[in-house]
């Protein structure tokens, strides 16, 4: 299932679509899989997001995986909604899963794309091929038309608010015409000015704001150094809009900034102490502190309140990790764990946990994908040799063919490039193989420890780090553990 805008959610799509699906299981005595539903709200297939980083790319690496096994069935509205790539590579990404054994049925028209249905009917692949070119030329158009709305709407900004988006300490009025303020939220983002400017970290803005009852006004959490760092950096506090533009490129889509708007929004800061806490903050982050590679990045949960462990830097005992919501300042349980000694611990253990969890991945995928293979080269050469004496030269002449594509299919399925969960395997391997890898490299790593794991526990009394994998296994790698209180 899957839908472009974030705001279809609220239509008609996720109904429409669940029951289509359901009804035609039910017609064709299908077991309708409501466990392993895939689903995509909000992601555009356009440029292919939801291939590369949506559910899809996760039905893809399940195929691989043997998750989804052979002959099972993927249901879709229409084939735009598999993919609005250019035509060649929605072409490939249906030849992909096809190959591997799984069906495809769009439920609009009720046609089968299947290894056996394409080899009964190849024109199958050309109607395929005519329903990826309208839908990715229709995305085109789309797609300019938007941005030709959107370069007229930018030459009114000086008159009108482009959209009612705004800053969370504002609001559009009725009319749409002028910005008013919600004064209780532009207290709490001037006294965050007030604290920086008279010397406060961002850290200590967020005990003060947590400690007075102050919560964040979009989800009402507690405030951190990050949430109180979004806001100071903002130049929306002194009246200026940056409008930005969407630009595709390298394979993903890039915000690119334009030309800033003064005096769009009311001004709520004055511009000379924006520009003091902005000198401050840089002055901060310029003081010779030494960047860290926290491997654990958003994995590393408290083992009391289970809230994210975050990395501390202290210039006489190096970084440590604390939990966020004692360095908020609302919980009491207040300890710094030496971060060094799991790192080192991380650097040695991994490497061995990690090719043992991309072998298991590609043995499972690889034997699926050589038997689908095998199996349809095999079913080809019985059709052709049987058909010999009883069928027309014509259609002896289309078994052959349908031979030598599969062929050329199975010679480049086998040569495609790593999947999205082994490539990032292999670069978190290559990162963990050099003695001395820097920030870069430790953001790489933890991208595919993230999509291995789904957190990992500090055991101070036991001395190891428990990393809790995606498929339930827990891995365990020991540490010497140092505490500080």
């Known amino acids: 299932m899957r839908f472009s805008s974030p705001d279809q959610q609220y239509g008609d799509s996720i109904r429409r679509q669940t029951a289509l699906a359901a009804a035609y299981a039910l017609e064709f005595g299908l077991n309708l899989d409501d466990q392993l539903t895939y689903q995509d709200f909000g992601i555009s297939s356009f440029r292919g997001q939801n291939a590369a980083s949506g559910r899809l790319g996760d039905f893809l690496a399940a195929i691989s995986s043997g998750l989804v096994p052979a002959g099972s069935v993927l249901l879709v509205e ?31 028209d009720r046609r089968t794309y299947s290894i056996e249905e394409l080899k009964r009917d190849p024109m199958g692949l050309i109607f395929a091929l005519i329903n990826f070119i309208r839908a990715n030329e229709e995305s085109e158009i789309k797609s300019s038309r938007a941005k030709a709305n959107w370069v007229a709407k930018r030459a009114t900004v000086l008159t009108q608010p482009l959209t009612a988006r705004c800053p969370s300490w504002l609001k559009l009025d009725k009319d749409r015409r002028r910005f008013r303020q919600i004064p209780e939220r532009v207290a709490i983002v001037q006294l965050i000015f007030q604290l920086a400017d008279e010397g406060s970290t961002l850290s200590q803005v967020a005990i003060t704001l947590n400690q007075r009852g102050m919560r964040t006004w979009r989800t009402k959490s507690l405030w951190n150094r990050n949430s109180v760092g979004n806001i100071i950096c903002f130049s929306a506090v002194i009246g200026t809009y940056v409008p930005h533009y969407h630009h595709y490129e390298d394979g993903c889509t890039r915000r690119r900034p334009l030309k800033p708007v003064p005096d769009y929004y009311p001004a709520i800061v004055s511009a000379e102490q924006f520009d003091r806490v902005q ?40 970084s440590s990790m604390v939990c966020s919501a004692a360095l908020a300042g609302t919980e009491t349980h207040y300890s710094e764990i030496l971060y060094l000694p799991i790192d080192r611990a991380l650097r040695l253990g991994l490497p061995r946990i990690l090719r043992d969890y991309g072998r298991l991945d590609e043995e499972w995928g690889s034997n699926h994908r050589l038997r689908a293979a095998q199996n349809v080269l095999d079913r080809a050469r019985r059709a052709r040799s049987g058909d010999l004496h009883v069928k027309p030269n014509s259609h002896l002449q289309a078994l052959k063919a349908a031979e030598n594509e599969m062929r050329e299919a199975v010679a480049s399925y086998e040569s495609r490039p790593l999947g999205p969960l082994r490539r990032k395997i292999e670069i978190a391997l290559e990162c963990l193989a050099e003695t001395d890898f820097g920030p870069v490299e430790a953001r790489l790593i933890n991208t595919a420890l993230k999509a291995v794991f789904t957190k990992a526990l500090i055991d101070i009394t036991g001395g190891f780090i428990e990393l809790h994998q995606q498929d339930g296994a827990i891995q365990r790698v020991a540490y010497q553990s140092i505490t500080r209180k």
């Open 78 to 108: 229409n084939l735009d909604r598999l993919s609005r790539e250019s035509a060649l590579n929605a072409q490939n990404l249906l030849t992909q899963i096809v190959l591997a054994g799984v069906s495809i049925v769009t439920l609009s």
């Open 279 to 318: 000198a401050i903050r840089l002055a901060a982050y310029t003081s010779g502190r030494s960047a860290v590679g926290y491997l654990l990045q958003h994995l590393a949960v408290c083992e009391i309140c289970g809230r994210f462990m975050k990395i501390v830097l202290r210039a006489e005992h190096g």
